[in-house]
């Protein structure tokens, strides 16, 4: 015979009081919910309540972190993500094979190779600790929490799109691979960018099947090249004067594709260092041909601890998916 643990009519009471169960559900968001049993370092760990950054995220200027800002993102799951990687053009006269065949006939068969690539998301974040009583002083006037919750969150974007272009996991393991390190088909060195360098590369990508789309570049790069599209008469120089003062220059936002007139933005990066990578983020149909795999997307997380302070964690657990590398580019050896 099963002893009660509770009297049913007690149970009615407590369960129909809806300051009781708003207390119980607030003490469930502040505990550990689940321990996991994955083979993740430490063993164990608890998972803890999470406050989407999205909000926060939208009110960050894209052009602090314009590259993560621009690349297509998807939810993942589990401890890693796998997916086919192109490796071949995609042309049907580099097969030596013809589309064509007689009536009764069977069409040619041709192989369009992949590498299947895996990548285990990694974790990205901040830690951020404040004083309970900085927080009682603060809380109708400027909260101290709030600031510094946007500031460690545009460390972490600017953190990750330093990873997504010079990312090493055989020299750290706890970082995700960059663009620098998986692009190989398409690749060179050069002292200072100029449109016919940026076209050269740009038909090596058409020949590979893809349109260019994107160049990311450095800000010495992106003044080169609007000095060499004012000398060649491209472009000039616009000057506005009046009473009140004078605005100078202009700012190359774009490049028409000599090859196929697909219009190819120009994102300047701090992060990119002495380099340029010039690629194809998606097909004209839409398709991601890179894409950021988020298992965690950016959040904050409180933590409990033992002091008098309120510490959360601003993280993310992400990886980088280059698809179609042929469509890709990168030079090296730039001036900065």
């Not at 940026?198 to 994107?214: C, F, L, P, T």
């Amino acid at each position: 015979m099963k002893e009660k643990i509770m009297d049913s009519e007690l149970a009615k009471s407590i369960l129909g009081n809806k300051e009781t169960l708003a207390m119980v559900a607030d003490a469930m968001r502040k505990a550990t919910i689940t321990t996991g049993d994955y083979t993740f370092s430490p063993d164990t760990r608890s998972i803890f309540v999470a406050e989407n950054l999205d909000p926060i995220i939208k009110l960050i200027v894209p052009t602090a972190a314009p590259v993560r800002s621009l690349l297509p993102r998807k939810a993942g799951k589990g401890q890693a993500t796998a997916w086919k990687q192109l490796t071949s053009q995609l042309d049907p006269t580099t097969t030596g094979q013809s589309i064509s065949f007689a009536d009764g006939g069977t069409p040619n068969e041709t192989t369009q190779t992949f590498n299947v690539v895996s990548a285990a998301y990694k974790l990205l974040g901040r830690k951020l600790s404040v004083g309970l009583q900085a927080v009682a002083a603060s809380k109708t006037h400027l909260p101290i929490e709030d600031e510094l919750v946007r500031i460690k969150t545009l460390e972490v974007m600017q953190g990750e799109e330093a990873m997504i272009f010079h990312g090493d996991s055989s020299s750290d393991p706890l970082e995700f691979d960059g663009l620098l390190k998986t692009i190989t088909t398409v690749s060179g060195t050069a002292s200072d960018l100029s449109v016919d360098t940026v076209a050269s590369y740009d038909k090596e990508i058409w020949d590979n099947g893809g349109m260019a789309s994107h160049l990311f570049l450095n800000a010495k790069q992106a003044s080169n090249l609007a000095d060499e599209l004012q000398t060649t008469g491209s472009i000039q120089r616009v000057i506005v004067s009046d009473q009140g003062g004078a605005v100078a220059n202009l700012k190359v936002s774009s490049i028409i594709s000599p090859i196929t007139g697909r219009e190819i933005k120009l994102v300047t990066a701090r992060a990119i260092g002495a380099n340029a990578v010039l690629g194809t983020v998606k097909s004209e149909a839409g398709e991601n041909y890179i894409e950021m795999e988020d298992l965690i997307p950016l959040v904050k997380m409180d933590v409990p601890v033992t002091t008098f302070a309120k510490d959360s964690f601003v993280v993310e657990s992400t990886v980088l998916k280059l698809i179609a590398e042929p469509f890709w580019a990168k030079i090296t050896g730039l001036n900065t």
